[in-house]
Structure formats: structure tokens, C-alpha cells
């Protein structure tokens, strides 16, 4: 164990005091398709995220990091296993938890503020009602007077942004995010961090947080998880008891940093996974 200026990190990984907000239990998947052979994508997982914890999914590529999430969602059943949301069992989709998809996912035939409003229109919220709180949504992420423009007319940060206030414009009660930053250049993901950490600081909403990046992941989050490659399990739970609010800077200056940055690459690394090499 590594402490230096409040930086420590431990692989035994703390598991909530209070009850979970979301919790997995032995949870797989195995996709089975006629003609083809069974692919077992999610091997068994065990995971708990507790009420305002920002906890984030490492693991290499093909994992099954982006099944866990549907599983999660309610998008994709599981095979065995069970997530539960507040102590009953997930069955499908619910407005409690909103999901940010690894590709934007935004309609093209949608304004900005359409799809904003998308989900809240769907809940059947009023057109002054639900343009309101969109636009407070985009305020939120920086992305005030864009509302009529259509996606293509966005730049990739934008557009994340977009996908960002969507999702929290139904003010889930957890956010599900699947590499929401990896199609980004490394200026606007750094920017957009600071973001999320920002809402993630007034609105103290549990997330589960997708990544490739063991920087991300570290400034981030609260505790991460490492997946195993496929059929997955978890490999290791590393607590990250950085104070908050964070600060790059001083975060990359921490001793303990690459310690801590060493050791999760080299659990990642005995998997082969070629991802974000230090
Ligand atoms: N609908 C599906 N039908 C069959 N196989 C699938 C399906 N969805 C995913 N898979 C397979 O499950 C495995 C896990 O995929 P998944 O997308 O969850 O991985 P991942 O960890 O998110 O990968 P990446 O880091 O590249 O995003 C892969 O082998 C993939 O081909
Ligand atoms: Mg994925």
C-alpha cells in the first residue's frame, strides 16, 4: 500500500458502508446465436456501487465491459447472476438509470435540444417544461446556444456533450457511462473530466464509469474495478482515496501516482491488453 498526500490506493477494495445503490452478483452473459458458437462475454461478476460513489470498469478490450453495462442498464438480460438497483432486481430499463453510450448515439434528425428533450418528452413532460430543463442541461455542460443546430454541425466534444445533458436532463438517480470520452482528442477529455467531475460534485449521483484509461480512471474515481479478459471476472478492486474536489496536476505530481498507475497497468497488462500504455 502506497500513501503520500492523501493518495492511497488498496487492492482489497472497500465495499459500501450503507446499502448499495447498484450491485451485481455473479452476473454473466453467454450470447448464443443459431449457426454460431456460444460467446460467454461477461464471465461472473461481483460489484457494488454505493448512493453518490463514482466507481469505474477497467479491463481489456472484448472484455464484456459494454455487456456489464447493458446488463446494468437493463438493455441485455443476463445469462446468470443479478443486478439489483436499490435492492430489487433489475428487469429492464427504468428513468433511475440513465445510460451514456460508447458511440454518441444522438438522432441526426433531431436538433440539439430534440434530443435533449428527447427522453423527458417520452416521460411525457410539457414542450415549455421540458425545453426548460433541457436547456438548463446544456448550460450545465457548457453548451449554451447550440440548441438548434443539428449533430453533424457539432464537433465530437459537442456532441458528447450533448449526449451528456440527454441523459442527465431525466435527472437519473445513477449514470451508466461507456467510454464516453475515448473518441475524443486529449484536450477535450481533459476538459470534459473536469466537467463530469464538476456535476458529479453538485449532483453526487452513483456512477459507473467506463474506460480504457487508467488515468481516467484514477482521477476519476472513487474505486475501480479491473476486469479480467473474457469470459470476465474481476481481478482486482482498487480503492482511490484521493481527496475531493481533484486537481490534475497535483494528482500527477503525487508520488504515489505512478505507483498506483504501475501496478493497475501491470493487472491490466497480464491479460494482453494493449490499451493506454503508461
Ligand atoms: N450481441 C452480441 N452477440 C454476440 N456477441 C456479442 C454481442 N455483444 C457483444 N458480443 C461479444 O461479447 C464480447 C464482449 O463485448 P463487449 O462489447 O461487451 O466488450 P468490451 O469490453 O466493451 O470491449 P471494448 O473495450 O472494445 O469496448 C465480445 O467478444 C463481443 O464480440
Ligand atoms: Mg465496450
Redo the contacts with the bound molecule.
Sequence with gaps: MAEVHGLRATTAGSVPAVAPKLQAEGVGKV?T?RGRDP?T??GSIDLAAGPGEFVSIL??????????LYIAGGFVEASHGTVRYDGAPVEGPGPERGIVF?EFALFPWKTVLGNVTYGLARQGMGRAERNERARHQLEMVNLGGVEKLYPKELSGGMKQRVAIARTLATDPDVLLM??PFGALDAQTRAVLQIELMSIWERTRKTVLF?T?SVEEAIYLSDRIYVFSH?PSRIKAVIDVELGRPRDRERMLADPAYPVLHRRIWELLREDGSDDDAP
Excluded: I
Aim: proline share 5%.
Design positions: 450470447f446465436g460467446v462475454a461477461v479491463g481489456p478490450s472484448g472484455c464484456g465491459k459494454s455487456t456489464f460508447q461507456d467510454e467506463v480504457h473474457r
